[in-house]
């Protein structure tokens, strides 16, 4: 659910410039759709319509911090070191998620995926590129790598571009 209380709807575009199917997601209120022509969605944040490009990071800590220890140096220290580059016009939304493993009602089994957090992050194509494609500025790029071997485990880091599906539950 997004802030304004609307379901997320996503649908995909095809082959992108950035090599990607581009995922292309909007909202959409219970009784009405916001679709346009194919490849195109309403957002809350602009008139008429935009692409939305969906990146999603599966992260785990770092052996030997808390989960409380590790929640606090990613939003107050780590997050922080993005600021400028996640503030800039093109980003609609910036979500970190931390897992807590619960067991799957068919089997009652507790099962540990390996990862501590999901980073969910919607962009235009624009910002995508000069992010995700575009080479980081050498300090900038130091200064993360620095941090994430305080926070993270490097080697169980896996970022994606996600091709969402959405089931409109008022048909079910």
């Known amino acids: 659910m997004s802030r304004s209380g609307t379901r997320a709807r996503c649908s995909t575009s095809g082959p992108s410039s950035t090599g990607f199917a581009t995922p292309v997601s909007g909202l959409r209120r219970k009784t009405a759709t916001t679709h346009g022509e194919p490849g195109t969605c309403r957002t809350p944040h602009t ?35 993005f600021n400028d580059y996640l503030g800039k016009p093109g980003v609609q939304r910036w979500v970190r998620r931390y ?60 970022m994606y571009v996600v091709d969402e599906h959405d089931t409109d539950l008022s048909t079910l």
């Open 99 to 158: 897992l807590k493993p619960i067991a799957p009602p068919v089997t009652g089994e507790v099962r540990e995926s390996g990862f501590d957090v999901i980073v969910e992050i919607w962009c235009d194509e624009t910002w995508y590129k000069s992010f995700f494609v575009e080479p980081m500025p050498a300090d900038f790029r130091a200064m993360v790598v620095e941090d994430e071997a305080r926070l993270f485990d490097r080697d169980q880091m896996y």
């Open 47 to 81: 008139k008429g319509f935009e692409r939305v490009i969906k990146v999603v990071g599966l992260f785990k800590k770092k052996d030997g911090i808390s989960d409380e220890e590790f929640r606090d140096h990613y939003e107050n220290h780590h997050c922080p070191l």
